[in-house]
């Protein structure tokens, strides 16, 4: 599956290079229709080259709610003389002619969507995008792969780093057994992300990737012949999550840890907590099982 480039519904005129000579008409004048955002940059400067993109790519989501001009300072010293910038990047945001808001420096994405949303109201926040995100989790729940990657996919060209599409993209992946395009794709998130359908994707593919080989029939009767084969039971458990049967998985994990809390340090309590992640932290197989979890540690 391929997805839409987000530029392409980008109008031409969001985003432009602005100069001294253009600076009156490009901030001044257009600030009294909208927001106007002044990147103070130069082509020697490394952080600059981390936050333009990132401005950039916030601009695009705003959906025209907010325009920005590019300011090269060595070739276009005036006005960053007169605004006195003295280090870069330095980014203003300009309402009716006048600078109202400001900062320096290349920050996280969070704090320009912050400073972009401050300066629009909200305004280029898209209502399609919830809509969108929506469907496709309906879609997935009734098993509609293709209904689910068309709506992630279009919220991916209107917000290209949206962790709920991302991780929804990765779950139809999932769903079609395809771990390593999920994988890929879930990448796209930032490591850092907290986002609880992101984790759900990664401790999926964690489970995924240490699934034994084999049948799970032969595990079974291992555990029929020996129900105290907690290997062989903790076994069947990462086969039944790596298969999406997640509340079977919990099954086999709540019967080693009713047996032998202390078994391989630990090991069945810890899955548990893995399983319920992927299963995401408030579905009825996380809370049911850490009702019984809870029953069992503290009886």
Same mark, same amino acid.
């Given at each position: ?126 209502? =399609? ?5 929506? $469907? ?7 098993? *509609? @792969? !293709? +209904? /689910? ?79 105290? =084969? ?5 076994? $069947? ?7 999406? *049967? @997640? !509340? +079977? /998985? ?50």
């Amino acid at each position: 599956m391929t997805f839409a480039d987000p530029t392409l519904n980008t109008p031409d005129d969001l985003i432009k290079n602005g100069t001294d000579a253009s600076f009156m008409a490009d901030v001044i004048e257009a600030s009294k229709h909208q927001p106007v955002i002044v990147d103070f940059w130069a082509t020697w400067c490394g952080p600059c080259r981390t936050l333009g993109p990132a401005l950039e790519k916030a601009v695009r989501g705003a959906k025209g709610a907010v325009k920005m001009v590019k300011i090269d300072v060595d070739a276009n010293p005036a006005y960053a003389g007169q605004l006195r910038v003295q280090s870069i990047p330095t980014v203003y945001a300009f309402v009716d002619g006048q600078p109202v808001d400001g900062f320096q420096g290349a920050v996280p994405d969070s704090q320009i969507k912050a400073f972009i949303d401050k300066l629009t109201g909200g305004a280029g926040v898209n209502t =399609d995008v919830e809509q969108l995100l929506s $469907l496709g989790e309906e879609s997935l729940g009734l098993n *509609d @792969l !293709g +209904g /689910a990657a068309q709506a992630f996919a279009h919220v991916l060209t209107i917000e290209p780093e949206n962790p709920k599409a991302i991780a929804g993209m990765a779950r139809v992946y999932l769903a079609e057994g395809d771990t390593e395009q999920a994988r890929q794709t879930i990448a796209m998130a930032p490591a850092d992300s907290t986002d609880p359908m992101v984790q759900s994707v990664r401790a999926q593919l964690s489970l995924a990737a240490s699934a034994p080989t084999g049948a799970t029939a032969e595990l079974e009767s291992r555990i029929a012949a020996d129900p105290n =084969d907690h290997q062989a039971r903790y076994d $069947l458990s990462l086969a039944l999550a790596s298969a999406g *049967d @997640l !509340g +079977g /998985a919990v099954d086999q994990l709540l019967a080693i840890v009713k047996a032998d809390r202390e078994w391989n340090d630990q090991a069945a309590r810890k899955q548990l907590l893995t399983v319920f992640e992927a299963a995401g932290g408030a579905s009825e197989v996380a809370r049911d099982g850490r009702r019984r979890l809870s029953s069992i540690l503290f009886a």
